[in-house]
């Protein structure tokens, strides 16, 4: 069955991002050798605090829709949730069904924690250039 996740999006193109993701930490290869359950509790918190940092960094609302549910000998992990721009989640999704979540964001709290956490002013950007390259001198 497809998977759908709708957004409606402020007038300001940054202030919303959509991070979607098929995670599914069950199962580690193709033999199917099961993980340790520590593994997916790991995995599952590691993913969430990446998607938590993308609003931090960027100070925008983050969307972080998951698939949920069986496909052959794989179980996805599902929580969808979607956080403020301080990274806290202001509703998740259950890990074991499909959920529509209808999540109320205030955008005008986006100015308000990108002038006092301003992560994007204090980007240094001119010194990205050597991100590019593969060795530096």
Not at 55 to 69: D, L, Q
Not at 72 to 92: K, M, T
Not at 94 to 112: G, K, N, P, Q
């Amino acid at each position: 069955m497809a998977k759908r996740f709708v957004v409606r999006i402020g007038a300001d193109s940054d202030d919303f991002a959509i991070f979607g993701s098929a995670r599914k930490p069950r199962f580690q290869n193709a033999s199917q050798k099961p993980l340790f359950l520590i593994d997916f509790v790991s995995q599952h918190s590691a993913w969430e605090t990446m998607m938590r940092s993308h609003a931090i960094a960027n100070g925008v609302f983050v969307a972080a829709p998951n698939r949920t549910g069986i496909e052959g000998n794989i179980e996805f992990w599902g929580a969808s949730f979607v956080s403020d721009p301080n990274g806290n989640i202001l509703a998740r999704g259950a890990h074991d069904r499909e959920e529509t979540l209808l999540v109320e964001c205030d955008f005008d709290r986006i100015d308000v924690v990108r002038t006092h956490w301003p992560f994007l002013r204090d980007r240094r950007i001119d010194a990205y250039s050597d991100l590019t390259r593969r060795y530096i001198d």
